[in-house]
């Protein structure tokens, strides 16, 4: 036997339903053409820049392929930019000690402090916008 209220209930779970559908089919619409362009721009995946080594020998070839035509990484294989070299690591790491050091020593003040951790952090900001434009050129 069928009571009033549990078809009540079958006819609001129904509207819920057919409300949920509308909802994903128009939220499908909710964007322009050209937002979604952009968008798909956004998710598209970056492009690689290959640098060459200057230790490379010019008559190298790029990509190095098998007897059977497929590529191979036997070859060796080259960052894509100049790296960071040992000494400049062990330079900035002493830095960087030598300013923890004097401000656990209390040597320099706080405001100095954070002034040096500023301008470290604006040559981080602007070395990557240099260093590509220098690749560039």
Do not use: W
């Not at 392929?65 to 294989?77: E, I, N, Q, R």
């Amino acid at each position: 036997m069928v009571t009033g209220g549990s078809i009540k209930v079958a006819r609001l779970d129904r509207f819920a339903m057919a409300c949920v559908a509308m909802t994903l089919v128009l939220s499908g619409c909710a964007f322009t053409p050209e937002e979604r362009a952009a968008r798909a721009a956004h998710r598209a995946a970056p492009t690689a820049v290959v640098m060459n080594s200057p230790d490379a020998a010019a008559n190298q070839p790029q990509h190095i392929k098998s007897p059977d035509g497929y590529p191979t990484f036997a070859g060796p294989l080259t960052a894509a930019n100049v790296q960071m070299s040992d000494e400049q690591a062990a330079n900035q790491q002493q830095q960087l000690s030598a300013l923890t050091s004097a401000r656990q020593a209390g040597t320099i003040t706080e405001a100095e402090y954070q002034k040096r951790v500023e301008e470290m952090r604006k040559l981080a900001a602007e070395h990557g916008p240099d260093a590509l434009s220098q690749i560039s050129r």
